[in-house]
């Protein structure tokens, strides 16, 4: 990153996203890529691919990666948790988001979707979503409809904000998606109200399939309900070549999991991409 795009890059995100580049240290490493500090802790993003049947990849699910003082490593819900305790969520949140895209910027095809998490905090701490990380996709080119919005599956108490929050998002040009479905509060209900455009199956489903006749015929059933009402449906958590076969003869629409593709950084597919155009020379 050039001296003169760092500085337009700290004068776009004080304006529009209300983060000082100045606080954070935003750093360029061999290693991670671009990491930052947030209250003693070192932010960077590993990126998961996500696939088509044909084994294309189609997009890649951003996840965040934090060390306690460069050292030790913390969960990102431990990350995130502490965060809330001191009223920073949507601050740290927008921050995340931040450095998952400049990184995907420098380390992946632009074409691709980019799966971003958002914290359910945020959801209900903001009015119009969407709009602020809106004028940083436009400094990089990257048009609204490229980046899928994963959020939580809503819970009868949320689901008024959830269903703010998506229309938000949806009129600015944003996918929509529904992590984890599947787990003990799923409701095929309410996310069918919600429409979103694709629902990600939780990874404990693939894995009941691999063992019952009787799991998998209610997970084909599952995918074709989605697909009636024209969802997509994403299978994550794949870890054998017998759940990929599962996943594949399902219908399902996308597939991620340690099988197809464990999560990098943004530095590791640079270098590879270096050496591949080396050795094409």
């Known amino acids: 990153m050039t001296h003169q795009s760092y500085l337009y890059l700290k004068l776009l995100l004080r304006n529009n996203l209300f983060l000082d580049l100045d606080e954070y240290a935003l750093?360029?490493?061999?290693?991670?890529?671009?990491?930052?500090?947030?209250?003693?802790?070192?932010?960077?993003?590993?990126?998961?691919?996500?696939?088509?049947?044909?084994?294309?990849?189609v997009g890649r699910?951003?996840?965040?990666?934090?060390?306690?003082f460069e050292h030790v490593e913390l969960m990102p819900d431990t990350a995130f948790e502490g965060a809330v305790k001191v009223n920073r969520v949507v601050q740290?949140?927008?921050?995340?988001?931040?450095?998952?895209?400049l990184n995907h910027a420098r380390g992946f095809d632009e074409h691709e979707l980019l799966f971003l998490n958002v914290h359910?905090?945020?959801?209900?701490?903001?009015?119009?979503?969407?709009?602020?990380?809106?004028?940083?996709?436009?400094?990089?080119?990257?048009?609204t409809s490229r980046v899928v919005i994963e959020i939580k599956e809503p819970t009868n108490e949320d689901d008024a904000h959830l269903e703010a929050a998506v229309s938000n998002y949806r009129s600015l040009g944003y996918q929509i998606a529904v992590d984890n479905f599947g787990t003990a509060h799923s409701s095929l209900e309410r996310v069918l109200k919600l429409q979103p455009d694709i629902v990600k199956m939780d990874g404990v489903l693939i894995r009941t399939t691999e063992n019952s006749h009787?799991?998998?015929?209610?997970?084909?059933?599952?995918?074709?309900?989605f697909h009636s009402a024209g969802i997509q449906v994403a299978?994550?958590?794949?870890?054998?070549?017998?759940?990929?076969?599962?996943?594949?003869?399902?219908g399902?629409?996308?597939?991620?999991?340690y099988h197809l593709g464990r999560p990098e950084f943004s530095a590791d597919a640079r270098g590879r991409l270096c050496r591949n155009e080396r050795l094409a020379a």
């Not at 701490?125 to 048009?143: A, C, N, W």
């Open 92 to 101: 740290f949140d927008r921050l995340v988001r931040t450095v998952h895209l």
């Open 235 to 250: 299978i994550t958590g794949i870890a054998t070549a017998r759940q990929l076969e599962i996943a594949r003869q399902s």
């Open 61 to 68: 699910e951003a996840l965040l990666r934090t060390s306690l």
């Open 252 to 257: 399902a629409d996308l597939f991620q999991g």
């Open 214 to 225: 009787g799991a998998t015929s209610s997970f084909n059933k599952l995918v074709n309900r």
């Open 27 to 57: 750093i360029d490493t061999k290693q991670q890529g671009l990491v930052c500090n947030f209250m003693g802790m070192r932010l960077s993003s590993a990126f998961q691919p996500i696939l088509r049947a044909d084994g294309k990849v």
């Open 120 to 143: 359910p905090r945020l959801l209900t701490s903001v009015i119009d979503h969407g709009r602020t990380f809106e004028q940083l996709l436009h400094y990089y080119s990257v048009p």
